[in-house]
Protein backbone atom coordinates (compact mmCIF):
# COMPACT_ATOMS: atom_id res chain seq x y z
CA UNK A 1 0.00 0.00 0.00
CA UNK A 2 1.56 3.20 -0.88
CA UNK A 3 0.47 6.59 1.02
CA UNK A 4 -1.48 8.14 -1.78
CA UNK A 5 -3.84 4.75 -1.97
CA UNK A 6 -4.00 5.28 1.71
CA UNK A 7 -5.11 8.92 1.53
CA UNK A 8 -7.58 7.92 -1.31
CA UNK A 9 -9.16 5.67 0.82
CA UNK A 10 -9.07 7.63 3.91
CA UNK A 11 -11.26 10.55 2.00
CA UNK A 12 -13.95 8.21 0.42
CA UNK A 13 -14.41 7.28 3.99
CA UNK A 14 -14.61 10.46 5.32
CA UNK A 15 -17.33 11.39 2.81
CA UNK A 16 -19.28 8.04 3.08
CA UNK A 17 -19.58 9.17 7.00
CA UNK A 18 -19.80 12.59 6.85
CA UNK A 19 -21.71 14.10 3.69
CA UNK A 20 -25.89 13.83 2.95
CA UNK A 21 -24.80 12.53 -0.57
CA UNK A 22 -21.36 10.99 -0.72
CA UNK A 23 -22.14 9.85 -4.20
CA UNK A 24 -21.02 13.66 -5.28
CA UNK A 25 -17.29 13.09 -3.91
CA UNK A 26 -17.14 9.55 -5.31
CA UNK A 27 -17.98 10.79 -8.53
CA UNK A 28 -15.89 13.54 -8.62
CA UNK A 29 -13.12 11.10 -7.74
CA UNK A 30 -14.25 8.66 -10.77
CA UNK A 31 -14.12 11.95 -13.23
CA UNK A 32 -10.62 12.74 -11.78
CA UNK A 33 -9.47 9.55 -12.47
CA UNK A 34 -8.49 8.73 -9.06
CA UNK A 35 -10.42 5.07 -9.10
CA UNK A 36 -8.80 3.93 -12.24
CA UNK A 37 -5.64 2.02 -10.30
CA UNK A 38 -6.28 -1.72 -8.21
CA UNK A 39 -7.47 -1.74 -6.10
CA UNK A 40 -10.04 1.27 -6.54
CA UNK A 41 -10.80 -0.21 -9.99
CA UNK A 42 -12.72 -2.80 -8.54
CA UNK A 43 -15.51 0.31 -7.70
CA UNK A 44 -14.93 2.22 -10.64
CA UNK A 45 -15.52 -1.46 -13.29
CA UNK A 46 -19.08 -1.17 -11.71
CA UNK A 47 -19.77 1.70 -14.14
CA UNK A 48 -19.51 -0.86 -17.12
CA UNK A 49 -22.09 -3.90 -15.53
CA UNK A 50 -25.32 -3.42 -17.13
CA UNK A 51 -27.79 -4.28 -14.82
CA UNK A 52 -31.50 -5.39 -15.46
CA UNK A 53 -33.77 -2.42 -16.24
CA UNK A 54 -36.62 -4.08 -14.79
CA UNK A 55 -35.12 -3.66 -11.56
CA UNK A 56 -32.42 -1.15 -12.56
CA UNK A 57 -33.52 1.44 -14.32
CA UNK A 58 -30.99 3.66 -13.11
CA UNK A 59 -28.60 2.09 -15.67
CA UNK A 60 -25.24 0.70 -14.68
CA UNK A 61 -24.11 -0.92 -11.49
CA UNK A 62 -21.94 2.51 -9.98
CA UNK A 63 -25.21 4.17 -10.61
CA UNK A 64 -27.04 1.56 -8.60
CA UNK A 65 -24.29 1.88 -5.64
CA UNK A 66 -24.58 5.44 -5.91
CA UNK A 67 -27.71 5.36 -5.34
CA UNK A 68 -27.41 2.98 -2.69
CA UNK A 69 -24.33 4.57 -0.31
CA UNK A 70 -26.92 8.03 -0.75
CA UNK A 71 -29.90 6.30 0.68
CA UNK A 72 -27.27 5.00 3.24
CA UNK A 73 -27.17 7.86 4.97
CA UNK A 74 -30.99 8.22 5.69
CA UNK A 75 -30.04 4.96 7.92
CA UNK A 76 -26.48 5.35 9.30
CA UNK A 77 -27.11 6.46 12.51
CA UNK A 78 -29.37 3.14 13.43
CA UNK A 79 -26.47 1.16 12.60
CA UNK A 80 -24.11 -0.58 15.21
CA UNK A 81 -20.85 0.66 12.93
CA UNK A 82 -21.31 3.29 11.06
CA UNK A 83 -18.07 2.87 9.34
CA UNK A 84 -18.04 -1.23 8.92
CA UNK A 85 -22.08 -0.24 7.72
CA UNK A 86 -20.99 2.80 4.67
CA UNK A 87 -18.10 0.49 3.48
CA UNK A 88 -20.82 -2.55 3.24
CA UNK A 89 -23.06 -0.12 1.29
CA UNK A 90 -20.06 1.23 -1.07
CA UNK A 91 -18.77 -2.49 -1.84
CA UNK A 92 -21.80 -4.70 -1.98
CA UNK A 93 -21.94 -5.01 -5.42
CA UNK A 94 -18.61 -5.49 -6.71
CA UNK A 95 -19.17 -8.79 -6.82
CA UNK A 96 -21.02 -8.07 -9.88
CA UNK A 97 -18.28 -7.54 -12.34
CA UNK A 98 -17.20 -10.59 -12.93
CA UNK A 99 -20.71 -12.38 -12.30
CA UNK A 100 -22.52 -10.33 -14.59
CA UNK A 101 -23.52 -12.36 -17.37
CA UNK A 102 -25.92 -12.09 -20.66
CA UNK A 103 -28.50 -14.91 -20.13
CA UNK A 104 -31.66 -15.33 -21.85
CA UNK A 105 -31.58 -11.99 -23.41
CA UNK A 106 -31.20 -10.02 -19.60
CA UNK A 107 -28.68 -9.47 -17.57
CA UNK A 108 -27.84 -11.22 -14.20
CA UNK A 109 -25.25 -11.74 -11.59
CA UNK A 110 -26.06 -14.84 -9.97
CA UNK A 111 -23.74 -15.79 -6.70
CA UNK A 112 -22.46 -12.02 -7.13
CA UNK A 113 -22.61 -11.70 -2.98
CA UNK A 114 -20.41 -14.28 -1.74
CA UNK A 115 -18.27 -13.54 -5.11
CA UNK A 116 -18.28 -9.94 -3.60
CA UNK A 117 -17.57 -11.07 -0.47
CA UNK A 118 -14.25 -12.43 -1.09
CA UNK A 119 -13.18 -9.45 -3.40
CA UNK A 120 -14.24 -7.12 -0.29
CA UNK A 121 -11.58 -8.52 1.61
CA UNK A 122 -9.08 -8.36 -1.12
CA UNK A 123 -9.63 -4.09 -1.38
CA UNK A 124 -9.92 -3.96 2.68
CA UNK A 125 -6.94 -5.74 3.48
CA UNK A 126 -4.84 -3.42 1.06
CA UNK A 127 -5.39 -0.94 3.52
CA UNK A 128 -3.95 -2.09 6.76
CA UNK A 129 -7.39 -2.69 8.24
CA UNK A 130 -8.05 -4.75 11.19
CA UNK A 131 -9.23 -8.23 10.08
CA UNK A 132 -11.81 -7.45 12.49
CA UNK A 133 -13.13 -4.93 10.12
CA UNK A 134 -12.57 -6.57 6.88
CA UNK A 135 -14.82 -9.29 8.05
CA UNK A 136 -17.32 -7.49 9.53
CA UNK A 137 -18.15 -5.58 5.82
CA UNK A 138 -17.54 -8.96 3.97
CA UNK A 139 -20.00 -10.62 5.93
CA UNK A 140 -22.40 -7.85 5.34
CA UNK A 141 -21.31 -8.03 1.73
CA UNK A 142 -22.43 -11.76 1.84
CA UNK A 143 -25.69 -11.96 3.25
CA UNK A 144 -27.31 -8.64 1.78
CA UNK A 145 -29.42 -10.80 -0.81
CA UNK A 146 -30.37 -12.95 2.55
CA UNK A 147 -33.74 -11.03 3.11
CA UNK A 148 -34.97 -11.36 -0.34
CA UNK A 149 -34.12 -15.08 -0.30
CA UNK A 150 -35.89 -16.31 3.26
CA UNK A 151 -38.92 -13.77 2.33
CA UNK A 152 -39.01 -15.49 -0.89
CA UNK A 153 -38.38 -18.84 0.80
CA UNK A 154 -35.31 -19.41 -1.72
CA UNK A 155 -32.96 -22.14 -1.07
CA UNK A 156 -29.93 -19.87 -1.38
CA UNK A 157 -30.82 -18.44 2.12
CA UNK A 158 -28.29 -19.42 5.23
CA UNK A 159 -30.42 -18.07 8.54
CA UNK A 160 -27.76 -19.92 10.73
CA UNK A 161 -24.37 -18.21 8.85
CA UNK A 162 -25.60 -14.96 8.93
CA UNK A 163 -26.66 -14.87 13.13
CA UNK A 164 -23.07 -16.57 13.04
CA UNK A 165 -21.25 -13.77 11.13
CA UNK A 166 -22.99 -10.87 11.49
CA UNK A 167 -26.22 -9.11 12.95
CA UNK A 168 -29.84 -9.20 12.07
CA UNK A 169 -30.48 -5.31 12.14
CA UNK A 170 -27.16 -4.64 9.81
CA UNK A 171 -28.17 -6.99 7.15
CA UNK A 172 -31.69 -5.30 7.47
CA UNK A 173 -30.48 -1.59 7.22
CA UNK A 174 -27.84 -2.90 4.22
CA UNK A 175 -30.82 -4.64 2.31
CA UNK A 176 -33.02 -1.81 2.77
CA UNK A 177 -30.97 0.64 1.54
CA UNK A 178 -29.36 -1.54 -1.62
CA UNK A 179 -33.36 -2.13 -2.60
CA UNK A 180 -34.56 1.40 -2.61
CA UNK A 181 -31.33 2.51 -3.81
CA UNK A 182 -32.44 2.16 -7.64
CA UNK A 183 -34.75 4.26 -10.25
CA UNK A 184 -38.57 4.36 -10.52
CA UNK A 185 -39.61 3.89 -7.19
CA UNK A 186 -43.05 5.06 -6.46
CA UNK A 187 -44.50 5.40 -2.74
CA UNK A 188 -46.22 2.15 -3.19
CA UNK A 189 -42.78 0.63 -4.11
CA UNK A 190 -41.09 1.81 -1.02
CA UNK A 191 -43.74 0.58 1.31
CA UNK A 192 -43.52 -2.68 -0.10
CA UNK A 193 -39.28 -3.15 0.10
CA UNK A 194 -39.62 -1.74 3.98
CA UNK A 195 -43.04 -4.55 4.46
CA UNK A 196 -40.26 -7.24 3.30
CA UNK A 197 -37.67 -6.28 5.59
CA UNK A 198 -40.25 -5.98 8.39
CA UNK A 199 -40.96 -9.76 7.53
CA UNK A 200 -37.50 -10.73 6.93
CA UNK A 201 -36.74 -9.46 10.49
CA UNK A 202 -40.10 -11.37 11.98
CA UNK A 203 -39.09 -14.54 10.51
CA UNK A 204 -35.29 -14.73 11.41
CA UNK A 205 -36.13 -13.80 14.99
CA UNK A 206 -39.06 -15.95 15.77
CA UNK A 207 -37.46 -18.83 13.87
CA UNK A 208 -34.43 -18.56 16.01
CA UNK A 209 -36.08 -17.08 19.60
CA UNK A 210 -34.46 -14.19 19.81
CA UNK A 211 -35.99 -10.40 20.32
CA UNK A 212 -36.36 -8.63 17.26
CA UNK A 213 -34.19 -5.07 16.65
CA UNK A 214 -36.44 -2.33 17.05
CA UNK A 215 -36.17 -0.55 13.78
CA UNK A 216 -40.22 0.81 13.66
CA UNK A 217 -38.91 4.38 13.36
CA UNK A 218 -37.84 4.24 10.03
CA UNK A 219 -39.84 1.01 8.60
Known amino acids: MNSEDKKIF ?5 HLLNDS ?7 KMLEEGKLNLYPFSMISDLKRVLQNPKYHP ?8 MMVVDQGVNYRHYSEDERVYMWSLLLHDIGKTPTTKLRKGRWTSYDHDRVGSDMAKEFLRNFNESEEFVQKV ?5 YHM ?4 IVKKLPFSDIEGLLK ?11 LSDRLGRGGLDKEKIDETKKSIKEFIHIVSANNNIDEPQLSKML
Open 165 to 175: DTSLKEVALVS
Open 138 to 142: SALVK
Open 21 to 27: KPSEYIN
Open 58 to 65: EGNTFNHV
Open 10 to 14: EEIQY
Open 146 to 149: NPLF
